[in-house]
């Protein structure tokens, strides 16, 4: 069965330092989504992604972060410049022309010190 | 905006009983409710969801209910196994159909353990 894959699965930087989460969502999906979720916490919506470009996102998605499609089959997510509250889980998910579902990855656990 | 509020946070039940876990939005704009599934250093697994047009859906031993009216929606699973043991998360969003998918907002989460 297709599945969303993530890469790294950890991945630990120091603050202020530039992180690049990759994303291979199903291949056939038109819908390209990041969500975070802090420890022990709810997952939150970042951004959504369609057409090459931004849908919508969510107030946590500022000016550090960004979001880009560089081929055809990979979808990142970049933090320029890494907070301590950067620290969550981070989640990549996609659904088809139908919205019959978001398939969320296993995720990258990101560890800012 | 959308605001979804999941009940109970833990749940413990014996093998073979039944869970129910209750989720309530604040947009009656949502038309889309999902239920995701997660297991420890896992991502959250699609397991159901239901449209606004449905009152209830259900898939083997899973089923979701949902009350447009009062703004709330349930999971229920029959006759629990301890690998039904996981977080379950409750989401809503409003899916504009042939737009964009909405974000999903999620419940905070129920975690289910079942003791065997």
């Known amino acids: 069965e297709p599945e969303v894959t993530q890469t790294p699965s950890h991945q630990v930087t120091q603050m202020g330092q530039e992180v690049i989460l990759r994303c291979v969502p199903i291949?056939?999906?038109?819908?390209f989504y990041w969500y975070r979720q802090i420890l022990g916490q709810k997952v939150e919506f970042l951004v959504s992604?369609?057409?090459?470009?931004?849908?919508?996102k969510s107030e946590i998605f500022d000016d550090q972060f960004s979001v880009e499609r560089p081929d055809g089959s990979n979808f990142t997510l970049k933090i320029r410049s890494t907070k301590l509250e950067d620290s969550a889980m981070y989640f990549c998910a996609s659904s088809d022309w139908d919205q019959s579902g978001q398939y969320f990855g296993p995720g990258t656990r990101l560890t800012v010190t | 905006g959308e605001n979804v509020e999941q009940h109970p946070s833990t749940l413990s039940v014996q093998e073979g009983d039944s869970a129910v876990i209750k989720c309530t939005y604040s947009d009656s704009a949502s038309n889309y409710f999902p239920w995701y599934k997660q297991e420890l250093g896992k991502g959250p697994q699609l397991i159901i969801d239901i449209r606004s047009n449905v009152g209830e859906k259900k898939d083997q031993r899973i089923a979701v209910t949902l009350n447009k009216t009062a703004k709330h929606f349930s999971l229920h699973i029959t006759e629990t196994q301890p690998e039904d043991s996981a977080v379950y998360f409750c989401?809503?969003?409003?899916?504009?159909?042939?737009?964009?998918?909405?974000?999903?907002?999620f419940g905070k989460g129920t975690k289910l353990s079942v003791k065997p």
């Open positions: 291949s056939n999906h038109l819908y």
């Open positions: 992604f369609y057409n090459n470009e931004i849908s919508e």
């Open positions: 989401a809503a969003c409003n899916v504009n159909y042939g737009g964009s998918q909405g974000n999903l907002i």
